[in-house]
């Protein structure tokens, strides 16, 4: 597009765009600590509301526990997605990263990463609490712990590829949550696997371990793939 | 002969060939689809276990492949519309789509109706069962993208970006779903080792197979082509293609 050649990223310019759309992100989200509180609250409240509409003994909440809190963790990250670029969408702002002769799929990496820390970081320490209502115990609870500290980067990076995507089009929420959900499942499905191979005295190793490997595979390939997104809602 | 196929990359040049195309795949899906449906309901013999109940896989296989190939091709046109932004790929994706929906959705439909007999159920969360409903959601979320943007242009390639993304899901997601029904369920709902299948139940089985995929390629490209005349009505050929029937 440009007439001047672009140089080649290098690694310190990486890291700076990367460090830039982090802290900037950070900032924006702390400054908003009301917003951050909502969502976290909309966790803790459909977590609560489960045991109302099924029964309060301890076997079926058990039962139902891992699946519950993951299942809440998927809708509060989908909830918190739109904030992720529809702001900077609208000010002008998107337009004014992708312009930036720094490399945009580490710009983005940085937004998405601080779309985890206020969003999914916080969900990950909050569950273990929730989990107690669930009648999990020690082991299960650290593991739901972990399962989430590596499931919830996934939801971040993949619902970014969606809330670009959907940038501008009509049906905002509802759309999003078509989009992104599908793709959530198999997070869903080891996730809520590691808590219930624990507790029918198996280990958790295989699914923490396909987790971080879907947590890998996910940082390497969606950066690009925001970017290209965010290159086509700039269209 | 050295066929030029850059040629049809143009809808003016391939507007003309999907219509031949599209009517020679019709003929032959009605062919197959008789031929199948005679051997598949009149000569395949009773299935010993099963009764007659069984006949419904001569439909139900040909539409689950289908579903799944189908988003395979999707997501080759894809790859192909962001790579050399062609506008004719994305225009086939974007006619692929609602066929793989249908792909999808009859499947699941017609293993339903095997499933009560069969099973005494129409739905278990069968492995094969579960995955081909994600499909269908990635189908419909494609679809449904595709109808939110308003401006053509930017719809193919948003589209063509998450049939990528999905393609790559699709694998992840069918075997986390057989994993996850392993663990939580017995294998007493297995197909997997379902008895010898007797010669005139696969004769039949690839002759559906045949006209399901020819129903497909027909029905694509028939849509394809209303998509290029909708599209670029504002180009000249188009208009005089519809001017005779416009003018009056």
């Known amino acids: ?235 | 002969m050295i066929v030029n196929w850059y040629r049809y990359s143009s809808p003016i040049s391939f507007y003309p060939l999907a219509g031949r195309l599209a009517r020679v795949f019709g003929v032959l899906a009605v062919v197959f689809t008789l031929a199948g449906l005679y051997i598949g309901l009149i000569v395949a013999p009773t299935d010993a276990t099963q009764g007659d109940a069984y006949r419904i896989i001569f439909l139900h296989v040909p539409t689950a492949w289908m579903a799944m190939f189908i988003y395979l091709v999707m997501a080759f046109w894809s790859a192909l519309a962001l790579g050399f932004n062609t506008r004719l790929s994305a225009m086939m994706a974007q006619a692929l789509a609602p066929t793989g929906a249908l792909m999808a959705a009859l499947a699941l439909w017609s293993g339903a109706f095997w499933g009560r007999p069969t099973w005494g159920t129409y739905w278990a969360w069968d492995a094969r069962m579960t995955s081909t409903l994600i499909l269908l959601f990635l189908y419909l979320g494609i679809i449904a993208l595709r109808n939110a943007i308003d401006d053509p242009r930017r719809a193919d390639r948003a589209c063509a970006l998450l049939a990528l993304v999905g393609a790559v899901n699709v694998p992840i997601i069918y075997f986390s779903v057989q994993w996850w029904n392993t663990l939580h369920q017995g294998s007493s709902i297995s197909l997997t080792a379902a008895p010898k299948m007797a010669m005139t139940m696969l004769e039949g089985l690839l002759v559906m197979t045949a006209g399901v995929w020819s129903y497909c390629i027909a029905v694509t490209l028939a849509r394809v082509r209303a998509i290029i005349v909708e599209r670029e009505r504002g180009a000249g050929w188009v208009a005089s293609l519809i001017a005779p029937q416009g003018a009056r």
């Open chain 1, 1 to 235: 597009m440009s007439p001047t050649a672009v140089p080649q990223p290098d690694a310190a310019s990486v890291s700076a765009a990367f460090a830039w759309a982090l802290g900037r992100d950070l900032r924006i989200a702390l400054r908003s600590k009301a917003e951050l509180g909502v969502q976290l609250m909309f966790y803790v409240i459909v977590v609560s509301l489960f045991p109302l509409a099924s029964s309060p003994s301890r076997e079926v909440l058990a039962t139902l526990g891992p699946g519950v809190l993951w299942t809440a963790a998927l809708l509060a990250s989908l909830l918190s997605l739109p904030r992720l670029f529809a702001a900077d969408f609208g000010d002008g702002t998107l337009e004014q990263i992708a312009l930036s002769p720094r490399p945009l799929p580490a710009l983005v990496s940085g937004k998405m990463a601080a779309h985890w820390l206020t969003t999914g970081l916080p969900v990950a320490v909050l569950a273990p609490l929730l989990g107690e209502q669930y009648a999990m115990d020690g082991t299960e609870l650290w593991i739901l712990a972990a399962a989430l500290l590596l499931g919830t980067p996934i939801l971040s990076l993949l619902g970014a590829i969606g809330a670009t995507l959907t940038l501008g089009a009509r049906g905002g929420g509802s759309l999003l949550a078509l989009l992104v959900l599908p793709l959530y499942a198999p997070v869903l499905i080891f996730g809520a696997g590691a808590v219930d191979a624990v507790r029918s005295g198996l280990s958790a190793g295989p699914q923490l371990s396909l987790l971080a490997a879907g947590l890998l595979l996910a940082l390497v390939g969606t950066p690009f793939a925001v970017a290209a997104a965010v290159r086509i809602a700039l269209d």
